[in-house]
C-alpha cells in the first residue's frame, strides 16, 4: 500500500504544474492524507493481529508438544484402532447405508429440476449424438425395462439407443424392444450366441453418434447422466468418459457408492475402476480396433488400457451418473487383458491377483541403481531403531545410508555418533534451528545414489520388498515422486497420500482409520497430487531439477510444496501401498503447523487449493480426513 501511494504522490507532483485549480490540489492532498491515515491505522491493525496469531499459534505448539498430549494421541489411536476392529461389519455397513440415504436425500434437494436440466442442455454449443450400446442376454423383465426408461428419460435428447439381443431365449425379449414407440431406439437380435464384445460391435454398426456410451442391461442411469456427459464436452473433445456409480439392491434402494478420483493410469492398473458405464469417441473407439472377444469378461477393461496405451485423453464425471446391478467379476480374463497390455509396452513385470477382482503389477528395477536413504535426526534411540529395522527387514542391497546428524547438544550427539559407528553409515552434519527441508538438501548434496529416498527416523519397513517397490516407480521416465503407505504402530492409516484442499491446506485421507470410509482406494497404486516426505523416493536429476525442497518450509508443506512444483513440471507423482512401513508421526519433529508457513503455503499454491485435489472426491468432506460424506 505504501508504494502505491508514493506512485499516487509522485503522478500528482508531475501533474501539479498542468492542474490551474488550487482547489482541486488541496481536495487531492486532502484526500491522500486521509488514505495514508487510515492505511496507517489499517497496518497497525494487522500488527496487532499478527501478534496475537503468533501468541495463539505458540500456545498451541506448546500443548500439542506436552508430553500429555502426545499420550493422549497415543492412547486415541489405540482406541481407534481397538474400535475399528470390534464394532461388527454388518454394523459398519448399516451406518454407512444409512449415511449414504441421507447424502442422496440432500443430492436430491440441491440438484436443480429435470426441466432446468433440459432447458440447460438446448444452451449446449456442442451437442453431440451419444449412441447408448447395450448388450442383451436373458434379462430379467422388470429390469430390462427399467433400464430403457432411465433412457428414454434423459434431459439430454441427443442420443440414440442401440440393443442387440443375444440369443436370448425368451421371445418376449425381442417383442418388446421391437414394441418401444421410440424413432431414436434401433434393435439388432442374433439366431446364435456371440459374446459381449461381438455383440457390443454388433450394436455399434446401428449407431449414427458421435460417441459410445456403454451400459449394461440392467444398470439404470440418472435422469442427467447423458446431460453431464455432453457438459463435459464442452470444455474439451475427450476420447473416454467415465462417472462415479453405485449399486442397485434387489429392493430397488440405491447402496454403495464408489466415488472415484480422476483419471489415473496406475490406478486403471491394478482395477477397472473407471467402472461399466463409458463414453467413448467414435473415432477413438474406431481406432482401437473395438471390443476384443478374446478378453470377453473384461472386453471393457481390455479397451480402456488400449485407449490408455495410445495416450487417450481421459475425463472424470464427479456425479453418480448410474446404478448398476452386482456383476460377475472376470478375475482370470482381468488379469489376461493386463499382462497383455504390460507386453504391448514391454515393460518386464509380473501380475498378481490380490482380491477383491483387483490386481498388483510388480515391475522389475532397471539394472542395479545405488539408492541412497537420507534420514534426517537428532534422536540416538529413534535413529538406532530405524536403522536396526532397515537392515533386518529391505531385501534391496545396493543401498547407502546418509544421515543427517542435527547437532545441538553435546551429550546427545555422542550418542548418535555412538549409533553411527555402530551402523557404519556416512553422515553429515547440520547446526541450527530445525528445518527439514535444509537438511535434506544438505544430505542430497552429499549423496551417491541415483535414487534418493528421504525418510523420517521414526519409520521403519513393515514389508521387505519396501524399497524395491519404490525404485521400481521413481525409475520410470514420467514419475517424478513415489511416495509409501505409512501405518501407525496401532495399525491405523497415517499416510495412503496427500491430498489438497482439505484441513488447513492439505490432510491425509484415511488417516487414524483402517480405510473403512467412502473412499475405496487407499490399497491401490495410483496417482495422486502429492505423498508425504516422511518416506519419500526421487531421482536424483529430477531433485536436481527441481531445486531441492524449498527451506522457507521448515518444518511442514516442504514435501506438498515438492510434489506440486514436480506435477507442474510435468512429471506424475505416485502413491505405492507395496511400500509399506510403520511411522509413529511427528517422533523426529515437533508436531504442529505455525501460521507464518501456511500463509506462504497458501500464498503460493491458493489457486490449485481452491479447486479442490482432483485425485479426491468432491462429494467427500474436507474438514476431516476420515472420508466421510460431505454434509453439504
Known amino acids: ?72 494421541q497415543k492412547v486415541s489411536h489405540v482406541v481407534r484402532a481397538w474400535k475399528s476392529r470390534t464394532v461388527p461389519e454388518a454394523r459398519k455397513a448399516e451406518s454407512k447405508a444409512r449415511a449414504y440415504q441421507l447424502w442422496l436425500q440432500r443430492e436430491e434437494h440441491s440438484t436443480p429440476s429435470e426441466q432446468w436440466f433440459r432447458d440447460a442442455a438446448q444452451k449446449l454449443q456442442y451437442r453431440p449424438t451419444i449412441s447408448i450400446l447395450v448388450h442383451v442376454s436373458n434379462p430379467r423383465r422388470e ?71 456403454t451400459l449394461d442391461q440392467h444398470a439404470l442411469l440418472c435422469s442427467s447422466a447423458l446431460f453431464y456427459a455432453a457438459e463435459t464436452l464442452q470444455e474439451r473433445r475427450y476420447d473416454l468418459l467415465y462417472a ?77 451418473a448410474v446404478s448398476e446391478r452386482p456383476a460377475e467379476n472376470s478375475p482370470d480374463q482381468d488379469q489376461r487383458a493386463l499382462g497383455a497390455s504390460l507386453e504391448r509396452q514391454n515393460c518386464v513385470a509380473t501380475v498378481e491377483r490380490v482380491g477383491n477382482g483387483a490386481v498388483r503389477v510388480h515391475r522389475k528395477v532397471i539394472g542395479n541403481p545405488l539408492v541412497t536413504l537420507i534420514v534426517c535426526s537428532r534422536n ?90 519404490l525404485v521400481v516407480q521413481a525409475q520410470r521416465a514420467e514419475v517424478g515422486i513415489a511416495g509409501a503407505q505409512l501405518l501407525y504402530p496401532s495399525g491405523l492409516i497415517q499416510h495412503a497420500s496427500i491430498a489438497i484442499g482439505m484441513m488447513d491446506g492439505t490432510g491425509h485421507p484415511g488417516r487414524n482409520s483402517t480405510g473403512d470410509g467412502f473412499w475405496n482406494w487407499n490399497s491401490h497404486a495410483r496417482n495422486v497430487t502429492a505423498v508425504t516426505g516422511a518416506c519419500l523416493a526421487i531421482r536424483r536429476e529430477v531433485f536436481a531439477q527441481l531445486d531441492g525442497f524449498d527451506c522457507g518450509f521448515p518444518s511442514n508443506y516442504n514435501d506438498v510444496d515438492l510434489c506440486l512444483r514436480a506435477r507442474e513440471a510435468g512429471f506424475e507423482v505416485i502413491y505405492e501401498p507395496a511400500a509399506r512401513l510403520e511411522h509413529e508421526e511427528c517422533a523426529t519433529r515437533p508436531p504442529g503447523v505455525r501460521w507464518q508457513e501456511r500463509e506462504r503455503f497458501q500464498d503460493r499454491w491458493g489457486r490449485l487449493l481452491e479447486k479442490g485435489d482432483p485425485y479426491y472426491s468432491r462429494h467427500l468432506a474436507r474438514n476431516r480426513e476420515d472420508c466421510s460424506l460431505r454434509d453439504g
Open 143 to 213: 429390469w430390462l425395462e427399467s433400464t430403457i426408461l432411465s433412457v428414454i428419460g434423459q434431459t439430454y435428447p441427443e442420443w440414440e439407443l442401440c440393443v442387440s439381443d443375444d440369443a436370448s431365449l425368451e421371445p418376449w425379449v425381442g417383442d418388446y424392444l421391437e414394441g418401444v414407440n421410440d424413432p431414436r431406439i434401433h434393435f439388432v437380435r442374433s439366431e446364435q450366441v456371440m459374446g459381449p464384445s461381438s455383440s457390443l460391435n454388433r450394436a455399434a454398426i446401428l449407431s449414427s453418434g458421435h460417441y459410445f456410451a
Open 1 to 72: 500500500m505504501g508504494r502505491d501511494f508514493e506512485q499516487f504522490r509522485n503522478e500528482l507532483d508531475r501533474l501539479r504544474p498542468q492542474v490551474d485549480n488550487p482547489d482541486v490540489l488541496r481536495l487531492i492532498e486532502s484526500l491522500i492524507a486521509q488514505l495514508e491515515l487510515q492505511n496507517q491505522e489499517t497496518a497497525k491493525k494487522l500488527d496487532r493481529f499478527a501478534a496475537s496469531l503468533r501468541e495463539l499459534d505458540q500456545r498451541v505448539l506448546t500443548v500439542e508438544n506436552s508430553r500429555v498430549f502426545r499420550i493422549l
Open 380 to 469: 540416538a534411540n529413534l535413529l538406532d531403531r530405524c536403522l536396526r529395522s532397515i537392515d533386518r527387514n529391505t531385501t534391496y542391497s545396493r543401498r547407502e545410508i546418509l544421515v543427517v546428524h542435527h547437532c545441538y547438544d553435546a551429550a546427545n550427539d555422542g550418542a548418535i555418533n555412538g549409533v553411527l559407528d555402530r551402523a557404519q553409515c556416512t553422515s553429515v552434519q547440520y547446526g541450527g534451528d530445525f528445518n527439514f527441508a535444509a537438511m535434506n538438501n544438505r544430505g542430497a548434496e552429499s549423496a551417491n545414489g541415483e535414487i534418493l529416498v528421504f525418510l523420517n527416523d521414526d519409520v521403519r519397513p513393515l514389508a521387505a520388498r519396501w524399497l524395491e517397490a
Open 244 to 320: 462415479d456409480h453405485d449399486q442397485l439392491a434387489n429392493d430397488g434402494r440405491r447402496e454403495r457408492p464408489c466415488f472415484k478420483p480422476g483419471w489415473s493410469r496406475d490406478l486403471l492398473e491394478c482395477t477397472m475402476y473407471i467402472g461399466r458405464f463409458l463414453v467413448l469417441s467414435k473415432d477413438a473407439f474406431a481406432r482401437a480396433g473395438g471390443f476384443r472377444a478374446e478378453f470377453d469378461g473384461a472386453h471393457l477393461y481390455d479397451l480402456a488400457l488400449r485407449l490408455s496405451e495410445s495416450g487417450s485423453t481421459v475425463a472424470h464425471i464427479p456425479q453418480v
